[in-house]
């Protein structure tokens, strides 16, 4: 009992430190929130797009031009193909055109042009408002995907602008993929719409063995997997979150590090009430939780405001962020929360650590002849 009273005042006597040096506590909270910010914001943006990216169609393939993202933008196949298609035994092949429309990267908007009586084939959206496009509809008509929806605070019965012009919203869709910030468009609106003629982005055929993944055809043709465009334009284009990424871990050494001289910077002050403690009675342990109550006091104070930080952000700023036509809102998982508390961990042990150990090495004869 004894022991631990004397643990709690200590405890005291190192928040009673932090409390006296305020400009300096302050400062290194900001440090670790921003750490915790920054760490945040990458990680979930990172987690969220991979997920967005993961399709449920394997066994679909894509014939594209070479070298193109074919179902987000960049291919462009000539009616032709489709014949050739069905000339090499696939009855049906679905055509589909993709492209990304809007006047910056924030407005960026993907579209998707579908062939109304075959659409359906090729994906199954989850209506969650309104009605699916159908067969005989009349032009300027749009289903649109559920972020999208969100992001643009559309409903069914709303109006969409695409290059210029203004598309009827019939319905809303849900996949759990990253079509869900698409828009659909007939096949024919959007060749109108991109003046494409009667050329299409994609022919999408079953996975029978006729056409391998892989394989390339005549004409700079590529027979790929449905999704590999959507995971490969993630990683090209959203490649700066990996720099992001590598800033907040430098960010989070470097908070280690500071925190190290920091809480040195206090234990050396108080070596000779530290050494008075010793010659009472208290072990060399003594300065590692002088020094544990105060790095804990600081780290959880910076994941507190860290945490907050992200919050206020994603409401403000993260909640309608748009790149290249992704929009992001998914929570931070149960995972992330595991990872950061290891990262509290690991900041508050590496702090401590090293004053710890140069301090308990000192002789009790020098802490108490020490200037105070």
């Given amino acids: 009992m004894k022991s631990l009273l004397a643990?709690?005042?200590l405890l005291r006597v190192s928040l009673q430190d932090l409390a006296a040096r305020w400009k300096l506590t302050l400062a290194m909270t900001l440090v670790v929130a921003l750490s915790i910010l920054i760490y945040l914001v990458v990680t979930v943006s990172q987690n969220e797009i991979g997920s967005l990216m993961t399709r449920v169609r394997p066994d679909t393939l894509v014939v594209q031009q070479n070298r193109a993202f074919g179902e987000i933008y960049g291919s462009r196949l000539s009616p032709e193909i489709g014949n050739q298609l069905k000339g090499l035994g696939i009855p049906s092949p679905i055509p589909a055109i993709h492209e990304i429309v809007g006047a910056s990267i924030g407005e960026a908007i993907l579209l998707r042009g579908v062939d109304l009586p075959t659409y359906l084939n090729s994906e199954r959206p989850w209506i969650v408002a309104g009605r699916a496009l159908q067969p005989g509809d009349p032009p300027r008509l749009a289903l649109i995907g559920a972020r999208l929806a969100g992001l643009k605070r559309l409903s069914p019965g709303g109006s969409?602008?695409?290059?210029?012009?203004?598309?009827?919203v019939v319905g809303?869709?849900?996949?759990?993929t990253y079509?869900?910030?698409?828009?659909?468009?007939s096949l024919q609106d959007a060749q109108a719409?991109?003046?494409?003629?009667?050329?299409?982005?994609?022919?999408?055929i079953p996975d029978n063995g006729v056409l391998q993944e892989g394989q390339t055809l005549p004409g700079g043709l590529v027979v790929?997997?449905?999704?590999e465009s959507g995971k490969n334009f993630a990683r090209q284009t959203l490649a700066i979150f990996t720099y992001l990424g590598l800033a907040a871990r430098v960010m989070a050494l470097a908070a280690a590090f500071t925190l190290t001289n920091v809480l040195w910077r206090l234990a050396y002050l108080r070596r000779r009430s530290l050494g008075i403690l010793r010659s009472l009675g208290f072990g060399r342990s003594t300065v590692?939780?002088?020094?544990?109550?105060?790095?804990?006091?600081?780290?959880?104070?910076?994941?507190?405001?860290?945490?907050l930080g992200f919050t206020i952000l994603r409401i403000l700023a993260l909640s309608t962020l748009n790149v290249f036509g992704l929009s992001l809102s998914a929570p931070p998982g149960p995972s992330l929360a595991g990872s950061l508390a290891a990262w509290i961990a690991l900041v508050a042990v590496v702090g401590v650590a090293l004053p710890a150990f140069l301090i308990s090495r000192s002789s009790l004869a020098g802490l108490l002849l020490s200037e105070p």
């Fill in 7 to 9: 643990a709690l005042a």
């Fill in 160 to 168: 969409i602008s695409l290059r210029g012009r203004d598309f009827q």
């Fill in 172 to 176: 809303i869709f849900r996949l759990d």
């Fill in 179 to 185: 079509l869900d910030n698409e828009a659909w468009i």
């Fill in 193 to 204: 719409l991109l003046n494409l003629g009667k050329d299409v982005s994609t022919y999408e």
């Fill in 224 to 227: 790929a997997r449905k999704g």
């Fill in 288 to 307: 590692g939780l002088y020094l544990l109550g105060q790095a804990f006091s600081i780290v959880v104070s910076g994941f507190v405001a860290g945490i």
